[in-house]
């Protein structure tokens, strides 16, 4: 038999490990997801190394319009369109280095709830998730959310965790970025990075992501977490 005529063998997933979505593909191919197909059109790199919470909202305010068939040539949303439309000098302020410090997670909730009239999506709501420990009972929330994002296409999901614990690197810092799928048979999360300079969209035990999400801001104190952005 010929290399070109052999069957091609799956690549063992090791569940414990980042796996990423160019490789790591059945999932998508097998499921409607429609979270994934909602977000991945939009998928953007932050437009400076402190607009994560900037880029995630609008990665989900665009998924959001998606799900409601109302996103149009020529009208979708924009890092710079959206915070000139909101005006909003706070958040400008966080996502501009040298200073700015990026948002909590309830600040971008906040923030999202101001987006919604802005961008007719007065139908929707975005629920904070604070994670105060990686246990049991929040792990099954966590579950539970995802779920429904597979079954239902009523929601989307944002996740602020710590790069170094989610992916074992070596950055200490916190950031935003919008869930993609969930695989439940493995347990695994599809992660959405707006940082694409060092990440690209991949699979993450959902226990590692969780526990990513447990760690507090070191700057503040604030609980990371996750939200929901959920048709009403």
Not at 68 to 92: K, P, Q, V
Request: charged share 25%.
């Amino acid at each position: 038999m010929s290399e070109l005529s052999k069957p091609s063998v799956a690549t063992p997933v090791d569940s414990n490990r980042p796996s990423p979505l160019s490789r790591d593909h059945a999932y998508i191919q097998n499921h409607p997801a429609p979270a994934y197909w909602a977000l991945s059109p939009y998928l953007i790199h932050q437009h400076t190394d402190a607009s994560c919470s900037l880029a995630t909202a609008t990665m989900l305010l665009n998924g959001a319009r998606a799900l409601d068939d109302a996103g149009r040539l020529g009208e979708f949303i924009g890092e710079r369109s959206l915070l000139d439309r909101l005006g909003d000098a706070h958040w400008r302020q966080e996502i501009t280095p040298p200073d700015g410090n990026g948002l909590s997670t309830e600040e971008l909730v906040g923030k999202l709830e101001r987006c919604l009239g802005h961008y007719g999506l007065s139908g929707w709501s975005v629920t904070p998730h604070l994670v105060a420990a990686a246990d049991r009972p929040t792990a099954d929330t966590f579950r539970r959310e995802l779920a429904l994002m597979e079954r239902t296409s009523d929601r989307l999901i944002g996740a602020n965790y710590h790069l170094a614990t989610t992916y074992g690197d070596d950055w200490d810092i916190g950031h935003f970025s919008p869930i993609g799928a969930y695989d439940s048979d493995s347990d695994r999360v599809l992660l959405l990075d707006v940082w694409k300079e060092d990440y690209e969209p991949c699979w993450l035990p959902l226990e590692r992501l969780l526990a990513g999400m447990a760690i507090p801001s070191a700057k503040t104190g604030a609980l990371r977490g996750y939200l929901v952005l959920k048709r009403a």
